[in-house]
């Protein structure tokens, strides 16, 4: 629907101005399409997807997302009329559903939540090993620990032991 997603297409503007983020959007009105684009590799970092009544658009939208691309770092959030509890929409791991006609706050409620978890994940745990220095993304720690003056921190790759305390 060309009118709601001009008012998205603001509420997320008005944000991204009162939070000083630099937001590009674009408008697709074809969840297919924009399937393909995934499919060719372009990435979001945030996915509104309007569940029309027939919803295997935005369901092959998400399964695409999850299961094709694995890709579990773009937010997804569903755009509903009515509340729905599909099974097969919550399989793709929305972030959140919104339902149309929402108030800008509520858009903006979502959006903090959203950049929160993005910026989380971005975060790196950086400690000295030997000579070296490392900087690990956080989602890359399967555990931390500390036992005395001994830390440990295991990766999915590798694991490092060293001297030190956490703070």
């Known amino acids: 629907n060309m009118e709601e ?8 503007k008005q944000y991204g ?8 959007s674009e ?11 995934i499919r060719r590799g372009r990435e979001f970092e945030v996915l509104f997807v309007e569940i029309t009544d ?7 939208l998400g399964k695409c997302l999850r299961e094709e691309q694995r890709n579990f770092k773009t ?16 399989q793709t791991m929305p972030f959140d559903f919104l339902l149309t006609g929402n ?8 959006l903090d939540r959203v950049f929160l978890t993005l910026r989380r994940a971005a975060e790196k745990f950086e400690f000295k090993f030997g000579k070296n220095y490392f900087s690990i993304p ?18 999915k790759e590798e694991e490092f032991e060293f001297n030190g305390l956490l703070r």
Do not use: H
């Open 5 to 12: 997603a001009k008012k998205l297409e603001e509420a997320c």
């Open 17 to 24: 101005e009162r939070q000083n983020l630099a937001l590009d």
């Open 103 to 110: 108030s800008m706050e509520a858009v903006e409620d979502i």
């Open 54 to 60: 027939t919803e295997d658009s935005a369901i092959g």
């Open 138 to 155: 956080t989602e890359d720690i399967v555990y931390v620990c500390s036992d005395l003056r001994r830390v440990r921190v295991k990766t």
């Open 27 to 37: 408008t697709w009105f074809s969840a297919d399409a924009l399937t393909e684009e």
């Open 75 to 90: 937010q997804l959030i569903y755009l509903a009329k009515r509340e729905c509890y599909s099974r097969a929409l919550i």
